[in-house]
């Protein structure tokens, strides 16, 4: 495999220097802060990356306070209280993305975080509890128990929240590939996930940065060369 300094050294040329490149890496992340996260704050945050999937994120953004209205501020327990008319009324509401799939999908998850809220003293405890080397098994577990958190869904999720994630993007997954890792151009198997995990771990160990940053310095190191007021727009940053 490269060496993570050469791959850092050609993502800060790309961006005008190592002081451009450092300020497009975001705050270091803090898994244990994650713990205080009320359960209504994970829903929300859930449902704003279901949403956001396959749209444009700006729209989602702007529409958001009219989805906190909508879907009661996300509060699980008062979610799921609600008769099935609310739901479907939900399905012609101007204030949201009319989406039935989706809609149903903020109706499923809030059991899952009321379930999982249950076990653990809180969903952010949860979350905060998993083992940050592990985020492929975390992605999985979303995955399987929630609803519509698989695939870039459930690692943009972790994201917002600032659990320290990667992003499997097609420049990152590029760049892994460039520096010798044996994966697929669109690594989506537990196989390459695996890879993918076990590489960054091993950088993470090496460097001492969090993953979000390794994950940004990769992807930024290849493909094309975005400059950085661009990167602020789309990151929101």
Excluded: C
């Excluded at 499923?108 to 952010?124: C, L, P, Q, T, Y």
């Excluded at 080397?133 to 994201?159: C, E, I, P």
């Amino acid at each position: 495999m490269m060496d993570f300094q050469k791959i850092r050294a050609r993502a800060a040329k790309r961006k005008g220097g190592e002081a451009a490149l450092a300020s497009l890496l975001g705050p270091i992340p803090d898994n244990a802060a994650v713990a205080d996260i009320t359960d209504d704050r994970i829903l929300s945050t859930m449902a704003e990356r279901v949403f956001a999937a396959g749209f444009v994120w700006r729209v989602i953004e702007q529409k958001w306070p009219g989805f906190e209205e909508a879907f009661l501020r996300f509060e699980p327990k008062r979610l799921l209280f609600q008769p099935d008319d609310f739901w479907h009324d939900l399905a012609r509401d101007e204030r949201i993305v009319r989406n039935p799939q989706k809609i149903k999908s903020v109706r499923d998850n809030a059991a899952f975080v009321a379930r999982v809220s249950k076990g653990h003293g809180g969903f952010g405890r949860f979350l905060a509890d998993w083992p940050e080397d592990d985020q492929v098994g975390l992605m999985a577990y979303l995955g399987k128990h929630g609803s519509r958190l698989g695939g870039n869904t459930g690692q943009y999720f972790l994201r917002w929240l600032e659990w320290d994630a990667f992003i499997v993007s097609a420049d990152m997954a590029a760049a892994l590939r460039d520096a010798g890792l044996d994966i697929a151009e669109i690594p989506t198997s537990k196989r390459d996930l695996d890879k993918i995990q076990n590489q960054i771990n091993v950088w993470a160990a090496e460097t001492s940065l969090p993953r979000r940053h390794i994950s940004r310095i990769l992807a930024m190191s290849i493909g094309e060369n975005h400059s950085p007021e661009a990167l602020r727009e789309y990151m929101g940053e």
